[in-house]
């Protein structure tokens, strides 16, 4: 099975805590790149969430949205800090001594004094929370792989369409080859008889030609390896492991044979069916940088 790098996922969960939403889009990236947005609340959080997406995925550019209404009205409490309130008339009641001025303090006047009082967030429980947001989490991860798998099943189509029509190509070329050759040899004949006139055309030095001319552009190995390429990919497309870089390998392979076959060649039509066999190859690696 294969699954396309690209996607969208989203999940919402609601409790008496609150209301968490999470939507997680991604397009390709040679390694899994996580970038997630979230409520400095969550942050105690994030190693779950970074766990939890891995392992789900593997690779891509993944943007993590998080969204958290807090339902909670108590959680903001005012703490009064009886400690400093005493320092600050301490030290109030020494100036008074050492400067010799009359006071002028009240219990008002030092409770607005900075830190006397404090606004605070009552501490959430953690597994709580984190229960909260990994039902959404799971919820935007299930969504967003179903959506790459849909997507991988339209790719995996379209490539064995591409990695057939390729297939046909080589066949071409190993159906052209013995005919090609026996051009050649037809072509050197006239040539060296027409150079030589009425002399007689020695064989053995045709022979020793064509020899020379079918090492130089002989291409079994190419189209061997070519096959063996195409049903290596098909093989791995079915596999249930994740494919993108053992099939990025495998086409950069393909068109390393295409190449050294392209260089052989000295006959147009085998030059048109290269340049074709490129041209499809070439389409195929674009189309596996969006595997994963």
């Known amino acids: 099975?294969?699954?396309?790098?690209?996607?969208?996922?989203?999940?919402?969960?609601?409790?008496?805590?609150?209301?968490?939403?999470?939507?997680?889009?991604?397009?390709?990236?040679?390694?899994?790149?996580?970038?997630?947005?979230?409520?400095?609340?969550?942050?105690?959080?994030?190693s779950n969430i970074r766990n939890e997406i891995k392992r789900s995925v593997t690779r891509g550019k993944m943007d993590v949205y998080i969204n958290y209404e807090d339902f909670a009205e108590d959680n903001v409490k005012l703490q009064?800090?009886?400690?400093?309130?005493?320092?600050?008339?301490?030290?109030?009641?020494?100036m008074e001594k050492e400067l010799g001025i009359p006071q002028d303090i009240s219990t008002m006047k030092i409770a607005t004094l900075p830190e006397v009082f404090v606004m605070s967030q009552a501490d959430e429980d953690v597994d709580e929370l984190w229960s909260l947001?990994?039902?959404?989490?799971?919820?935007?991860?299930?969504?967003?792989?179903?959506?790459?798998?849909?997507?991988?099943?339209?790719?995996?189509?379209?490539l064995d369409e591409k990695l057939d029509h390729i297939t046909k190509l080589v066949e071409m070329v190993e159906t052209k080859y013995p005919s090609i050759l026996e051009d050649y040899k037809s072509r050197l004949y006239a040539k060296l008889k027409e150079t030589l006139a009425d002399?007689?055309?020695?064989?053995?030095?045709?022979?020793?030609?064509?020899?020379?001319y079918a090492d130089k552009c002989c291409v079994d190995e190419e189209t061997v390896r070519l096959k063996s390429h195409v049903l290596q990919i098909k093989n791995t497309m079915n596999s249930d492991t994740d494919v993108g870089k053992k099939l990025d390998f495998l086409v950069q392979?393909?068109?390393r044979e295409a190449n050294t076959m392209l260089s052989k060649s000295s006959d147009i039509t085998m030059t048109d069916i290269g340049v074709e066999l490129k041209t499809e190859i070439e389409k195929i690696r674009e189309q596996v940088q969006n595997i994963e």
């Open 1 to 46: 099975m294969i699954k396309s790098m690209t996607g969208f996922g989203r999940g919402e969960s609601q409790s008496q805590l609150g209301k968490i939403t999470v939507e997680i889009r991604s397009v390709n990236h040679r390694y899994l790149d996580l970038n997630i947005r979230m409520p400095r609340k969550l942050n105690p959080l994030e």
């Open 80 to 94: 009064y800090n009886a400690s400093i309130a005493k320092e600050y008339a301490t030290y109030i009641m020494e």
């Open 253 to 255: 392979e393909m068109n």
């Open 199 to 212: 002399t007689n055309v020695d064989e053995s030095r045709i022979a020793q030609e064509m020899v020379i």
């Open 133 to 158: 947001l990994g039902e959404a989490l799971n919820n935007a991860l299930d969504g967003f792989v179903k959506q790459r798998i849909a997507e991988g099943s339209e790719l995996k189509a379209d």
